[in-house]
Nanobody, 120 residues
Framework: HVQLVESGGGSVQAGGSLRLSCAAS????????MAWARQSPGQEREVVAS???????TYADAVKGLFTISRDNGKNTLVLEMHDLKPEDTAMYYC???????????????WGQGTQVTVS
């Protein structure tokens, strides 16, 4: 049974930073593709950053240079560092994982419950 549990969301003023964490029960020894996705009210969910088992990363244009994704396979943890946040970054942020080629279009099959980020 795979569990992904996010933490670290909250409210921040524009220009601020937040650090999201995801504790994964998934067998990271198998090194799945892991990613962060977000969804705003009335919007489709979008994957904003992914990282493969070797640490290769992919970012959506909207967050490139502002967000950094990282993983610690030994601790089964995924992290998203977000800087210079804007009101349009307000969304529910989800930790997700899947198999196969790793990018923003990977077939992500495991999802956490999400953590809310609000930027004002």
């Amino acid at each position: 049974h795979v569990q992904l549990v996010e933490s670290g969301g909250g409210s921040v003023q524009a220009g601020g930073s937040l650090r999201l964490s995801c504790a994964a029960s998934i067998d990271t020894i198998r090194r799945p593709c892991m990613a962060w996705a977000r969804q705003s009210p009335g919007q489709e969910r979008e994957v904003v950053a992914s990282i493969d088992g070797d640490g290769r990363t992919t970012y959506a244009d909207a967050v490139k240079g502002l967000f950094t994704i990282s993983r610690d396979n030994g601790k089964n943890t995924l992290v998203l560092e977000m800087h210079d946040l804007k009101p349009e970054d307000t969304a529910m942020y989800y930790c997700t994982a899947g198999w196969g080629y790793c990018d923003l279009q990977t077939d992500f099959i495991y999802w956490g419950q999400g953590t809310q980020v609000t930027v004002s």
